[in-house]
């Protein structure tokens, strides 16, 4: 259970470069306890901090404006590296509920929508236009629309990942409504692949 | 004209979603320690159990320390905490775990095929990147983050959208020196970081063929840093012949009826593919990463590029124009899920035998398992590395990545026979230089980049 994402109004922070991977989101150094919590101090920890652990006030989140920023702009890619579902963690944390940006890592797109947080897809035009717009971005995922100042763009979403996150819904108990349809699957399956199972070593 | 993908999807497929994403059944799931605590603890404090645990396992790889005489000590600060939760969580869920110590221990991409665990036809998933490997056997292999693994456990499913496909054909004959490591790094430099975005890919063509089982794994390993969602080399007798016997293959009659099944697994000649990429493999030569993505990766006699990005640059310490080879090293790494099996570890020694690592240069040997230690030490293998002046270690993914325990430090120019340059990969401002074993193992011995 995820809290629901209906509509999100920010500015947005650029970040534009591509390929920002999960290990600049956020270094595997600074996942330093077993849960997922604690993790918005080492968010962009590389970027984010000069030696001494200082701010580094050239860094997007630490400008005037941004700090409490709720969307990201980013370039192609983001997300791509290790699965660590921490760097939505991270995000979502600190107050990050969506990215934007022109392309996302597979498996950061699949824990972003569990997380909470939108991975919004589009053109590098777009997201380069709304870079250069000082004024807030109005998302309305329901409307898959984002909007700011004369912008607007219409964005894709698949309607799994839609219904997940305006929901915010727990995919476990959705799959558990169909335990009766996974175990007959399976006693089929069993018959035909035997080798597949395990539990009479 | 069902392609491979088509054929592993349709068998698993349960049924579809209202919001039309399809319930896939998942056979195998790896865990780590790096993250099995957060998964297993969350399930655990949800009052649900696992779905099936004799088909659930755990490696201890990820931040075990790899000195010789290891315990659940770890160099980065804090790890051990890791380590005990997920041993903890996983004996309570009855999950069957290679802990340090352990003969079966090592890393989940090496330890998962040599004991059999992953099979052609299989799902296997595991809160890994690079679970893509494993698909080198005719397996749908991914890499998922935590919430889907405690999915995955919980129900033995995923509901994830069907990718779509993309063939990425190897024709001709690599050349001598020129190995899996290389068809990765030409495929991704060409391509792109984002080449493969979100496709299920099928790597193909005779040069593929040809690649003996391990080399399938190190080509397979990288499909994840070009953003693929999976990669898939379709099972023949090279694959049968490697699986046969291993503990958690099927035996007997039962072998007799899987391999039966799985040589209907390739797809037919007329299956469609989304996308198609062809490379000519005898075009392909040695490689070696510049930049922080493995994408910025140029054969080994190239120069950085004209138009190469100013922060990886800067990062790098580098300027365009400047030649790779001839770059001066300050430390050598042999391991990783990459490139650390026997195969691996028999060709870099067979380039350092009787030579010595440069002066001022550190480097260090990983085995990827604790089975490949020994098979390794069996051949005198260890005593090649260690007289050549390069550290023997214990299994794990070691210093592949940084978690705070050890690097080579700030500045320090690493040529890794792993997966990622990404900044700060290796620890904080270490220069990584991504390259197959046989280059790392030319290099250390001449202190500089350097063709075996």
């Given at each position: 259970?995820?809290?629901?994402?209906?509509?999100?109004?920010?500015?947005a922070?650029?970040?534009?470069?591509?390929?920002?991977?999960?290990?600049i989101?956020?270094?595997?150094?600074?996942?330093?306890?077993?849960?997922?919590?604690?993790?918005?101090?080492?968010?962009?920890?590389?970027?984010?901090?000069?030696?001494?652990?200082?701010?580094?006030?050239?860094?997007?989140?630490?400008r005037?404006?941004?700090?409490?920023?709720?969307?990201?702009?980013?370039?192609?890619?983001?997300?791509?590296?290790?699965?660590?579902?921490?760097?939505?963690?991270?995000?979502?944390?600190?107050?990050?509920?969506?990215?934007?940006?022109?392309?996302?890592?597979?498996?950061?797109?699949?824990?972003?929508?569990?997380?909470?947080?939108?991975?919004?897809?589009?053109?590098?035009?777009?997201?380069?236009?709304?870079?250069?717009?000082?004024?807030?971005?109005?998302?309305?995922?329901?409307a898959?629309?984002?909007?700011?100042?004369?912008?607007?763009?219409?964005?894709e979403?698949?309607?799994?990942?839609?219904?997940?996150?305006?929901?915010?819904?727990?995919?476990i108990?959705?799959?558990l409504?169909?335990?009766?349809?996974?175990?007959a699957?399976?006693?089929?399956?069993?018959?035909?692949?035997?080798?597949?199972?395990?539990?009479?070593? | 004209?069902?392609?491979?993908?088509?054929?592993?999807?349709?068998?698993?497929?349960?049924?579809?979603?209202?919001?039309?994403?399809?319930?896939?059944?998942?056979?195998?799931?790896f865990?780590?320690?790096?993250?099995?605590?957060?998964?297993?603890?969350?399930?655990?404090?949800?009052?649900?159990?696992?779905?099936?645990?004799?088909?659930?396992?755990?490696?201890?790889?990820?931040?075990?320390?790899?000195?010789?005489?290891r315990?659940?000590?770890?160099?980065?600060?804090?790890?051990?905490?890791?380590?005990?939760e997920?041993?903890?969580?996983?004996?309570?869920?009855?999950?069957?775990?290679?802990?340090?110590?352990?003969?079966?221990?090592?890393?989940?991409?090496?330890?998962?095929?040599?004991?059999?665990?992953?099979?052609?036809?299989?799902?296997?998933?595991?809160?890994?990147?690079?679970?893509?490997t494993?698909?080198?056997?005719?397996?749908?292999?991914?890499?998922?983050?935590?919430?889907?693994?405690?999915?995955?456990?919980?129900?033995?499913?995923?509901?994830?959208?069907?990718?779509?496909?993309?063939?990425?054909?190897?024709?001709?004959?690599?050349?001598?020196?020129?190995?899996?490591?290389?068809?990765?790094?030409?495929?991704?430099?060409?391509?792109?970081?984002?080449?493969?975005?979100?496709?299920?890919?099928?790597?193909?063509?005779?040069?593929?063929?040809?690649?003996?089982?391990?080399?399938?794994?190190?080509?397979?390993?990288?499909?994840?840093?070009?953003?693929?969602?999976?990669?898939?080399?379709?099972?023949?007798?090279?694959?049968?012949?490697?699986?046969?016997?291993?503990?958690?293959?099927?035996?007997?009659?039962?072998?007799?009826?899987?391999?039966?099944?799985?040589?209907?697994?390739?797809?037919?000649?007329?299956?469609?593919?989304?996308?198609?990429?062809?490379?000519?493999?005898?075009?392909?030569?040695?490689?070696?990463?510049?930049?922080?993505?493995?994408?910025?990766?140029?054969?080994?006699?190239?120069?950085?590029?004209?138009?190469?990005?100013?922060g990886?640059?800067?990062?790098?310490?580098?300027?365009?124009?400047?030649?790779?080879?001839?770059?001066?090293?300050?430390?050598?790494?042999?391991?990783?899920?990459?490139?650390?099996?026997?195969?691996?570890?028999?060709?870099?020694?067979?380039?350092?035998?009787g030579?010595?690592?440069?002066?001022?240069?550190?480097?260090?040997?990983v085995?990827?398992?604790?089975?490949?230690?020994?098979?390794?030490?069996?051949?005198?293998?260890?005593?090649?590395?260690?007289?050549?002046?390069?550290?023997?270690?214990?299994?794990?993914?070691?210093?592949?990545?940084?978690a705070?325990?050890?690097?080579?430090?700030?500045?320090?120019?690493?040529?890794?026979?792993?997966?990622?340059?990404?900044?700060?990969?290796?620890?904080?401002?270490?220069?990584?230089?991504?390259?197959?074993?046989?280059?790392v193992?030319?290099?250390?011995?001449?202190?500089?980049?350097?063709?075996?």
């Amino acid at each position: 259970m995820s809290t629901p994402f209906t509509t999100l109004t920010s500015l947005a922070a650029p970040l534009l470069e591509d390929n920002i991977d999960t290990d600049i989101i956020i270094p595997s150094r600074e996942m330093k306890t077993t849960g997922k919590t604690g993790l918005a101090a080492g968010l962009f920890a590389g970027r984010r901090y000069t030696e001494g652990r200082t701010e580094n006030p050239e860094f997007v989140l630490n400008r005037p404006g941004f700090r409490d920023a709720a969307i990201l702009l980013a370039g192609a890619n983001f997300g791509c590296g290790s699965s660590r579902e921490h760097a939505v963690w991270a995000l979502a944390e600190h107050g990050i509920r969506a990215v934007i940006a022109p392309s996302f890592s597979p498996i950061f797109a699949g824990n972003a929508v569990r997380g909470g947080v939108l991975p919004l897809a589009l053109p590098r035009a777009a997201v380069d236009a709304l870079a250069a717009h000082d004024v807030a971005v109005h998302i309305d995922l329901p409307a898959q629309r984002v909007t700011a100042g004369t912008l607007a763009f219409a964005f894709e979403i698949n309607a799994e990942a839609k219904a997940m996150l305006v929901g915010g819904l727990d995919a476990i108990d959705l799959t558990l409504q169909s335990a009766a349809t996974i175990a007959a699957w399976h006693d089929r399956n069993r018959s035909l692949r035997p080798w597949v199972y395990l539990g009479n070593r | 004209m069902p392609s491979l993908f088509d054929k592993l999807w349709a068998a698993h497929a349960i049924a579809e979603t209202p919001g039309g994403a399809t319930i896939i059944a998942i056979d195998r799931i790896f865990l780590h320690e790096r993250t099995g605590a957060a998964a297993l603890n969350s399930l655990a404090a949800a009052g649900r159990g696992v779905a099936d645990p004799a088909r659930a396992f755990v490696a201890m790889d990820h931040i075990v320390d790899t000195r010789p005489g290891r315990t659940d000590a770890t160099t980065m600060p804090g790890g051990t905490a890791f380590i005990t939760e997920t041993r903890a969580a996983a004996h309570a869920a009855g999950l069957t775990v290679f802990d340090i110590g352990d003969p079966d221990q090592g890393i989940v991409h090496v330890v998962s095929p040599e004991l059999g665990i992953v099979l052609p036809g299989l799902t296997l998933v595991a809160p890994d990147s690079h679970s893509c490997t494993q698909g080198a056997v005719g397996a749908l292999a991914w890499g998922i983050g935590s919430t889907e693994a405690e999915h995955a456990l919980a129900t033995g499913t995923l509901r994830i959208d069907r990718p779509p496909t993309m063939r990425v054909t190897f024709d001709g004959t690599l050349r001598p020196g020129v190995t899996a490591k290389d068809m990765a790094l030409a495929l991704i430099a060409r391509h792109g970081a984002a080449g493969g975005q979100g496709h299920a890919i099928e790597f193909a063509g005779s040069a593929v063929t040809a690649l003996p089982m391990e080399a399938r794994m190190t080509l397979c390993n990288m499909a994840t840093e070009f953003a693929a969602f999976s990669a898939v080399i379709a099972p023949d007798d090279t694959t049968f012949a490697w699986l046969r016997g291993r503990r958690y293959a099927p035996a007997g009659a039962l072998w007799d009826r899987a391999l039966a099944e799985w040589r209907q697994l390739p797809g037919d000649a007329d299956a469609a593919f989304d996308r198609e990429i062809s490379i000519d493999a005898a075009g392909i030569a040695p490689m070696v990463s510049w930049g922080t993505s493995p994408a910025q990766s140029v054969p080994l006699d190239g120069v950085v590029p004209a138009d190469a990005a100013p922060g990886s640059l800067a990062y790098m310490g580098l300027h365009p124009g400047q030649p790779l080879a001839g770059l001066a090293i300050d430390g050598a790494f042999i391991g990783s899920c990459t490139n650390s099996r026997l195969s691996d570890l028999q060709r870099a020694a067979a380039i350092v035998a009787g030579r010595h690592v440069a002066n001022g240069v550190r480097a260090i040997v990983v085995p990827g398992s604790s089975a490949v230690k020994r098979a390794a030490e069996a051949e005198g293998l260890d005593a090649v590395f260690t007289a050549a002046g390069f550290e023997w270690r214990e299994s794990g993914c070691s210093m592949c990545f940084f978690a705070g325990g050890e690097s080579f430090g700030a500045g320090q120019r690493v040529i890794s026979s792993t997966n990622r340059n990404f900044e700060s990969r290796q620890g904080p401002g270490t220069r990584t230089h991504i390259a197959s074993p046989e280059v790392v193992a030319a290099s250390a011995i001449a202190g500089r980049i350097s063709a075996p």
